[in-house]
């Protein structure tokens, strides 16, 4: 055979052997799910490394207030499926509940929320959530009327979410004891929540930017990891337990800690704590219960405001928009921009590095 023709043929076949073992690259896939009357959707990250043939660990990241699900991945934590990929993690993004609203004649715009309290309330257990003279926000419409307060869904997200565990660890070779639950602003509200009502379903919990309001304070109904970062110029929920830029009232990170670990032996005296991840950045944390099943680690990042630790810029995006995969679902939003993949955060880091520490083995 002709020399030439032989290479050539070779290359031919090199070509199409490479193009059959060549790895795709892991995206985003879309679901949906059917609860109390609705249809949710949410997305799915599958890192490279998994295997239908053993048990994966799983993480569960809430968006916050007027957020999206494929938003919050793409611009507020800038890319967190980079890090699920790196530490061999399932991602599960759910989407809040939204309807179309204006204030005062304003341009519509897609509200989205958590139920992270039952909402409505002008008051809680320990006296008002707002102030008299708080921002008004558009009442989202199953829950009648809100109130001064009221500013999030009513729909039943702490079902919702029961019922996404289950199909999360059915659907997928994803480990039950291993399954984590997460979220920035309302949707950390809302992990908080649902880490205190159905503890048995996670391996921690870990609050970014977000609590719950006073007299909301919990403490999970089993031993739970937390992890609470905030900003220490933070203004929108600030660590402190001040009134919000926005007239609003949350919880102290401290009262947090407090209720969390309320009646266990540990006692409560908290100890400063640090990690690698975290020893080259200005972060302050301490840890009450360390080295337990109880274990409440709250970090403060002084120059941090409300945006995702370790990003650059003042208030970094909240995910007002979505990717192309989330589009169709939600066509008045705007498309995101693609996360910068080769940037390290160290809050991205942290969190899966206190994911790893906690795998839901209980004392």
């Given at each position: ?127 008002p959530i707002c102030m008299p003279d708080s921002d008004k926000v558009p009442c989202p419409p199953e829950c009648g009327n809100c109130g001064q307060c009221g500013w999030t869904s009513c729909h039943d997200d702490v079902g919702f979410l029961r019922s996404l565990v289950r199909e999360l660890t059915d659907r997928w070779a994803v480990d039950a004891d291993r399954v984590h639950v997460s979220g920035f602003s309302n949707g950390a509200m809302m992990a908080n929540r649902i880490a205190c009502e159905a503890s048995e379903l ?162």
């Amino acid at each position: 055979m002709n020399k030439i023709l032989l290479t050539v043929l070779v290359s031919l076949v090199l070509v199409a052997c490479s193009k059959e073992v060549e790895i795709e690259q892991p995206e985003m896939r879309r679901y949906m799910l059917e609860h109390d009357g609705l249809v949710r959707e949410y997305f799915v990250f599958l890192p490279t490394s998994y295997d239908k043939q053993q048990l994966h660990p799983a993480a569960i990241f809430m968006h916050g207030y007027g957020g999206t699900a494929t938003g919050t991945e793409a611009e507020v934590t800038q890319g967190l499926n980079q890090y699920a990929e790196e530490y061999g993690y399932v991602m599960v993004y759910p989407q809040g509940t939204w309807f179309m609203a204006s204030i005062d004649g304003s341009e519509p715009w897609e509200v989205t929320s958590w139920n992270h309290i039952s909402d409505g309330f002008d008051a809680g257990p320990d006296g008002p959530i707002c102030m008299p003279d708080s921002d008004k926000v558009p009442c989202p419409p199953e829950c009648g009327n809100c109130g001064q307060c009221g500013w999030t869904s009513c729909h039943d997200d702490v079902g919702f979410l029961r019922s996404l565990v289950r199909e999360l660890t059915d659907r997928w070779a994803v480990d039950a004891d291993r399954v984590h639950v997460s979220g920035f602003s309302n949707g950390a509200m809302m992990a908080n929540r649902i880490a205190c009502e159905a503890s048995e379903l996670f391996a921690s919990a870990a609050l970014i930017g977000g609590r719950l309001e006073p007299g909301f304070e919990c403490t999970p109904t089993q031993p739970l990891p937390l992890l609470q970062v905030n900003g220490g110029a933070d203004d929108v929920v600030p660590a402190d337990g001040s009134v919000s830029s926005s007239g609003w009232l949350f919880a102290s990170t401290t009262a947090v800690t407090t209720h969390w670990l309320e009646g266990k032996a540990c006692g409560m005296a908290a100890e400063s704590w640090t990690s690698p991840v975290v020893e080259n950045a200005n972060v302050q944390c301490t840890v009450a219960c360390g080295d337990t099943a109880h274990a409440a680690i709250d970090c403060l990042w002084p120059d941090g405001d409300h945006r995702w630790p370790g990003t650059p810029g003042l208030r970094g995006s909240n995910g007002y928009c979505v990717t192309e995969l989330q589009s169709r679902s939600m066509p008045d939003q705007t498309l995101c921009i693609a996360p910068e993949e080769q940037t390290d955060f160290w809050g991205s880091r942290l969190l899966f590095e206190f994911f790893n520490a906690h795998e839901g083995v209980l004392e």
